[in-house]
Structure formats: structure tokens, C-alpha cells
């Protein structure tokens, strides 16, 4: 039966279900009897402040079930956990509005079971609740534990608004080095479902065996994330990517040697975290499905999913040719460098490692692919996976890295006005297929500027700040962090090394707060820092005379 609660403390969180996963049936289950008969579902109202709790163990059945949580600050909570168990028919009606970090559904199988979670509805997402997190609150949609080992088949699922991913899939390929330890590498299908605005994945997997088959997934900022290990995409639609790619592939931190397999599947753009990692496969050449009601079998409210039913009108993926969106071809090859148009790329040789860049634009920038290779024979070609494009006051910044003899490329449109390159010992620039020095691409593409004597002016006016910098950069580790500081003269905000300029951060007289979340913050400031606090994973730089 279900628990009413109104502690939430009582239910476990991620790190809690990792470490103690198979004790979780004697610490908060209690035997299953929700169901209804065809035709009709339980619809349970949660009020404000309380929770309601459902725990499924080994051959048991949770189903037909409405649950509303639109009064503030209510909540459910599902455990899965066994084998030979199903979740099926339940519609989420409302948001979840708190920012406590939570995963209300968490799913396990066995070792030699089955788990099926079937007909799940939650499009209302998360609430916003900072600026930092563009896409909802602090909730996931469904996650999968660590310790999964059997085989988890998930169908017609409707997830849409999720700032921890829609289905966060990946734990049960945890490397051995992982804190929660080696996961159990349980397979994990998921089959005729829609993901839409999640960050950082829609659905993210990680175990052998794992795939997506006839899903769409749309405007989140990783669409599909193979974070380890093998996994494939069939006859899927993966469009529109808000920052990553549609596919995305292996870890910057575990930098496990992720392959994704694709097949008859439409994409636009990959990605790549580390330095391994590869995606199998090109894109099927069509007009790709973005809406939940072209799935087959996916709720559309939550009502229909507590009945079971779907109003979707599916259209099947065609069998488009899967080599003629070769992420090789570049039709407009032949207009690099004419006008104001240029490409620009950042070469390394073969011992460069992790060698990054950053250079700021005025015009357009988008990823490219070079018409020819390294000196070492590697592919310069750009992506999202380790590069980012963020434009910010007017202006385009570039961040990246590359290394062991490949490169990234990059078509701009107009000046350049500033170029970074750290490791200049193992990496250089080219624009137009020519090297230059950082200077020279500065000069070369000044003429591009409709009126050179505005841009000087604008120079002058950036140069007007105090003479120190100070940056707190979280793209490295992709992770959150808040963060306060004193200066001792003065201080505000800078675009110092392609950072962005955001709202949610304040500064009061001499005092800074705010934070980063897979971003950039950097300000200008004089005299000392007097006092600094940060909590959570990000770089800190502290330049003196940046000027």
C-alpha cells in the first residue's frame, strides 16, 4: 500500500539508494495492492507539504494511478526495486516545485529479472526556481540505480522539463572507481517514448546492451547521452539540441570509451566529453518527428496514462538513407573565406593533450569541419561535446579543447576580435587554411567590421575596468557551484575569457554573490580579495594585472 509522509527526509535520496539499494524492500516497502480495473485509475490528491509513497517489490504490480501534486510543495515518491515487478499506467499531474535535489521514481532490477515500467506521464516537469538552470528545479524524472543488473524495459514514457535528466540511465555502467562503486550493468530498453526540454540528457544510459528504439527526443541540452560503455539508438528523431548535440557521447571526468551505435535514426549534431568516445553511424535523411503524439503509444495527459490509453497518432520513422547526412560533407565549402566569412580552426600535434582555446567573434559562429587534416593526419572538425558557442553583450565566445594531433574548426562571420590559445607550444591557429598568429587573424579579419573606428572605440571603452581579474569556471567539471566573495577596492562583472554575464549574479559595493552551473563567471575587480566562499565544483583563476 502507500505511505503518507510528511518528512521527507524518510525517503531515500540517490546517494543514499546507491549505497543500500538491497535493503530498501525492509526499509520503506510495504506490500502492493494499488490497482483498478480496466477503464478506470485512482487518482490521489497530494496536499501542500505532504508526499505520498509506493513501493513495488519482487512480482508485484503498481498501476492505474493518478497522482495530483499541484498543490505547493507536494510530492510522490515510487521505489522499484527486485525482480519481475511492473510499474505501469501513471499519470503525474503538476510540478514539482522544490529545489532539494530528489529523485521521486528510482527503479532497480535483479540479477536475472525483469522490471517494466509502462505508460508513465510527467510533462509538467520541474519549476524553475534560479536563473542558473534553464530548464526546471532540482528533480529527475526517473532514475535507475546503480545496482541494477537484470533488464529494465521502459515504455511509452512522456518526459518533458527535467534539470537532472529525463531518464537518468547511466549509473548501472559506474566504473569500478566510481564512489558508489562498480555498477551492475543491467540492460536498459526504452521503447515508443518522447523526452523534451531536459538538461543535461533526455535519456542518458550507460550499460551494455542499453538502447532507445523509435524514440523522439527534442530541445534538450544533451538529447541522447551514451555516458559509458555500448549502446545503440534505432529508428529514433533526435533534433534540435539546445547545447551538446542530439548524441553525445562518453565523460569528461570517467572518460570511458563510450561507443553509440546509430541506426535509422535522425540527428543533427554529436558531441564528444574526453578524449574517447565515438558515435557509429550517420543520420537518416528526412524531415525528423518532434511531438509526443507522433510516438506510438505515448500519453498525452496524465489522464490517459493512468487509463492506459493514447490519443497520439503515430507516424512510423521512414527508412530514410542513412549515408547521405555524412557529417564529412560541408555544401558551403566553397564559400569559406569569401566576404566576411572565414574558418577558423586550432591544430594541435600529436603530444598536445586537453590544450584548450577561447576566442571572441562579432558575427556568427557555427561548428565546422576543415577540408583537410592535420599534419598528423587527424580530423579538424568542431562539436559540442568539449566546445562550447555562447553568445553574450553583443558578442560570440568560444571556448574548447583538443589535442593528439586532431583539431577544431569553426566558420565566423565577421571580425575576431580576441583569440586565447593556452598551450601554444603543442597548438596553433589557422584561418582559411593558413597559419597565423593570434594577432594576425585579429588583423586580418578587422576588415570585416563596417566601421573599424567603432569597433576602436568599443575597444577602448572595454579596457576601462579595474586592472585584476578573478574567474570561476564550472565547464570543465559540468557541475554546479555558488560562490561569494569581498574585494577590498572595487569590482564588476567582465566577459574576461569568453565568460557569460548573468543576472542571477549580484554585486553590491564590494560584495559578489553568485553561481555556475557548467558555465562561466568572471569580474574585474582591484585591490585584494578579502574574503571568498565557494561550494560546489568549479576552477578558480585569480589574475593580477589580467590588462
Known amino acids: ?149 537484470g533488464t529494465l524495459v521502459m515504455e511509452n514514457l512522456n518526459l518533458q522539463g527535467f534539470s537532472d535528466n529525463g531518464v537518468y540511465g547511466s549509473s548501472p555502467g559506474d566504473l569500478p572507481s566510481h564512489p558508489s562503486g562498480g555498477g551492475g550493468n543491467g540492460q536498459v530498453i526504452i521503447r515508443n517514448s518522447y523526452a523534451a526540454n531536459c538538461a543535461p540528457a533526455g535519456f542518458r544510459l550507460g550499460s551494455d546492451g542499453s538502447r532507445l528504439e523509435n524514440c523522439v527526443v527534442t530541445n534538450c541540452t544533451r538529447n541522447y547521452w551514451g555516458f559509458y560503455r555500448d549502446t545503440e539508438i534505432v529508428d529514433c528523431d533526435l533534433s534540435d539540441t539546445s547545447q551538446h548535440g542530439d548524441i553525445v557521447v562518453s565523460d569528461s571526468h570517467w572518460d570511458d570509451n563510450a561507443t553509440v551505435t546509430v541506426e535509422n535514426t535522425y540527428f543533427e549534431r554529436t558531441g564528444k566529453h574526453g578524449s574517447k568516445g565515438r558515435v557509429v553511424g550517420s543520420s537518416a535523411d528526412r524531415t525528423p518527428r518532434t511531438r509526443p503524439d507522433q510516438v506510438e503509444g ?43 566569412r572565414h574558418l577558423l580552426a586550432f591544430v594541435t600535434d600529436t603530444n598536445a593533450r586537453n590544450a584548450r582555446y577561447e576566442f571572441t567573434a562579432e558575427g556568427p559562429v557555427d561548428f565546422a569541419s576543415a577540408p583537410y587534416d592535420s ?38 562571420e565577421g571580425p575576431i576580435t580576441e583569440i586565447n590559445i593556452k598551450q601554444p607550444d603543442v597548438m596553433w591557429a589557422e584561418l582559411n587554411g593558413e597559419q597565423m598568429t593570434p594577432e594576425e587573424i585579429v588583423t ?75 558555465s562561466k563567471d568572471a569580474y574585474w575587480f582591484s585591490g585584494d580579495i578579502t574574503d571568498f566562499w565557494l561550494n560546489g565544483n568549479a576552477f578558480v583563476d585569480v589574475e593580477y594585472g589580467a590588462e
Open 444 to 518: 586580418e579579419t578587422a576588415g570585416d567590421a563596417e566601421d573599424d573606428s567603432g569597433s576602436e572605440d568599443e575597444n577602448d571603452d572595454e579596457s576601462d575596468h579595474p586592472p585584476n581579474a578573478i574567474v570561476i569556471d564550472a565547464t570543465e567539471t559540468r557541475d554546479t557551484a555558488d560562490y561569494s566573495f569581498e574585494v577590498s577596492g572595487s569590482v564588476e562583472k567582465a566577459t574576461h575569457h569568453a565568460a557569460t554575464i548573468d543576472d542571477g549574479d549580484s554585486v553590491e559595493g564590494t560584495a559578489v554573490k553568485g553561481a555556475v552551473d557548467d
Open 298 to 340: 505515448v500519453p498525452l495527459t496524465p489522464e490517459e496514462a493512468a487509463l492506459g490509453s493514447s490519443s497520439a497518432e503515430p507516424s512510423l520513422p521512414s527508412n530514410g538513407d542513412d549515408g547521405t547526412r555524412d557529417e564529412d560533407d560541408d555544401s558551403d565549402e566553397d564559400e569559406i573565406g569569401a566576404d566576411d
Open 375 to 412: 599534419p598528423s593526419g587527424g580530423n579538424i572538425e568542431g562539436g559540442p561535446g568539449n566546445d562550447s558557442i555562447d553568445e553574450a553583450n553583443g558578442a560570440v565566445h568560444v571556448n574548447g579543447l583538443t589535442g593528439g594531433g586532431f583539431g577544431d574548426a569553426f566558420t565566423v
Open 1 to 149: 500500500m502507500r505511505n503518507r509522509d510528511s518528512e521527507p527526509d524518510q525517503i531515500v535520496n540517490r546517494r543514499m539508494y546507491l549505497k543500500g539499494v538491497a535493503g530498501v524492500g525492509a526499509t520503506i516497502a510495504a506490500s502492493m495492492g494499488v490497482s483498478a480495473s480496466d477503464g478506470d485509475y485512482e487518482e490521489v490528491v497530494v496536499d501542500a507539504y505532504d508526499s505520498v509513497t509506493y513501493t513495488v517489490g519482487s512480482g508485484e504490480t503498481l498501476e492505474n494511478l493518478l497522482i495530483d501534486i499541484s498543490a505547493p510543495h507536494a510530492k510522490f515518491y515510487i521505489r522499484a526495486n527486485g525482480r519481475d515487478w511492473t510499474v505501469r499506467n501513471i499519470g503525474i499531474k503538476g510540478t514539482w516545485d522544490d529545489d532539494t535535489k530528489e529523485e521521486p521514481f528510482i527503479v532497480n532490477v535483479s540479477s536475472g529479472g525483469t522490471g517494466h515500467v509502462e505508460n508513465f506521464y510527467w510533462a509538467d516537469g520541474t519549476a524553475p526556481f534560479d536563473k542558473q538552470r534553464t530548464y526546471g528545479g532540482a528533480a529527475t524524472g526517473c532514475y535507475i540505480a546503480n545496482a541494477h543488473s
